[in-house]
């Protein structure tokens, strides 16, 4: 029994809540891999910024400036969509913690040694008073509690 149009377009609305709140999930039912959407998502951006070249190109020989201007925009959205893409695609081939201080001859990276920051850690305080307060209770520390 086919769904009727009321069923067809919940289902869809479903689907599309569900691509926006976790789309490793809706990849992995869909049957695609994030790599693959990724790459595909590369490659459209790179077509699109292709045609945005020409647009630019096209509008400085015209002289027409808008339509330069837009060619522009086209090619900054899809090289921005292209290198998020990129960038989605190399996250998205890391398994883990460990793979990514993998080191390519299979050997992993054993942190250690000396800390990265050269300040012990402190905890924040609580950003209570004015920014004078905070600025004089600094300097009150700096000095060593001697209040000139």
Known sequence: MPLSEEE???????????????PKLASTLRGTTLRQA???KAILAGLVFAIGIAVLMGGAISGLWFVGIAGFIIMLGSATVGLGALRGQQLSGQQ?????????????????GRSRSRRPHRPKAKSSGSFMERVEERWRRRRGGRGY
């Not at 883990?96 to 250690?112: F, K, M, N, V, W």
């Open 8 to 22: 067809l377009r919940l289902l869809e609305q479903m689907e599309r809540a569900l691509v926006e709140e976790d």
């Open 96 to 112: 883990g913690p460990d793979h990514a201080t993998a080191h390519p001859s299979g050997l992993g990276i054993i942190e250690g």
């Open 38 to 40: 990724a790459r595909r």
